[in-house]
């Protein structure tokens, strides 16, 4: 298996509501990412994950969550999110990397969120 | 800080053609380059992988080049046809803060029949 999956692709929200994004990956890998993208902008990152620990939070406002409940599955809990949160959210794994280490990053899909 | 550039933003150009891109980036001290491909509200496909101490990486009819030094690789596709029409980014890796990637803008590449 070398794919990233993420749940669902697509996803509609009022900005009271709570929901949650997840994504799974069977490839090994020990660190695993969230990045948001704006339409015809690159991605930027959100959250790292480092052998299910948070490694780096990108000054992300609290109605996002990060949650790593084992080294296959990321969620994102969302609440209370606001219009101007609305892109592609993408997730992303690689082999664990550090000084000397050489890893690719694999992508997954995304999930399309609208919050009205 | 580092800054990753790609030139063009948009490339409009016949099938069968031969193109490159180009990516530029400020710091040397880098890990490796990644170069993805995104179609409109996909994820991102990894395509070619060069580590820092490589010169270049060739998959099918890609073939990516890195010049540290010089802080520059260029992405070229032989042939060029319709279905490789996407967004195409680059991606460092740079060596200080190496578990974030940091992405070019993006060339938009249109391929016409």
């Known amino acids: 298996d070398t794919e990233v999956t993420q749940t669902p692709k697509h996803l509609v929200m009022g900005m009271t509501n709570k929901k949650s994004l997840k994504c799974e990956q069977h490839m090994g890998h020990r660190a695993m990412y969230w990045y948001k993208q704006k339409a015809k902008k690159p991605p930027e990152l959100m959250f790292v994950?480092?052998?299910?620990?948070?490694?780096i939070n990108e000054s992300v406002p609290s109605r996002f969550s990060p949650e790593c409940p084992n080294s296959s599955l990321l969620n994102l809990h969302l609440h209370a999110l606001q219009p101007e949160d609305s892109a592609l959210y993408l997730c992303?794994?690689?082999?664990?990397?550090?000084?000397?280490?050489?890893?690719?990053?694999?992508f997954g899909p995304g999930t399309r969120l609208t919050v009205l | 800080k580092q800054e990753v550039t790609q030139i063009p933003a948009a490339l409009s150009v016949p099938e069968g053609e031969n193109l490159v891109l180009n990516c530029s980036f400020t710091?040397?001290?880098?890990?490796?380059l990644q170069w993805f491909r995104q179609d409109p509200g996909k994820g991102l496909t990894s395509l070619l992988l060069?580590?820092?101490?490589?010169r270049e990486q060739t998959s099918g009819r890609l073939n990516a080049s890195l010049d540290k030094s010089s802080g520059r690789s260029t992405l070229y596709i032989a042939a060029s046809q319709p279905g490789d029409s996407a967004t195409y980014l680059c991606?460092?890796?740079?060596?200080?803060?190496?578990?974030?990637?940091?992405f070019g803008t993006g060339t938009r590449l249109l391929v016409s029949p």
């Open positions: 710091d040397s001290a880098i890990y490796n």
């Open positions: 060069i580590q820092s101490s490589q």
């Open positions: 994950y480092s052998y299910e620990k948070l490694s």
């Open positions: 992303a794994s690689s082999p664990p990397g550090g000084p000397g280490s050489y890893n690719e990053q694999f």
């Open positions: 991606a460092v890796r740079p060596i200080t803060g190496f578990q974030k990637l940091v």
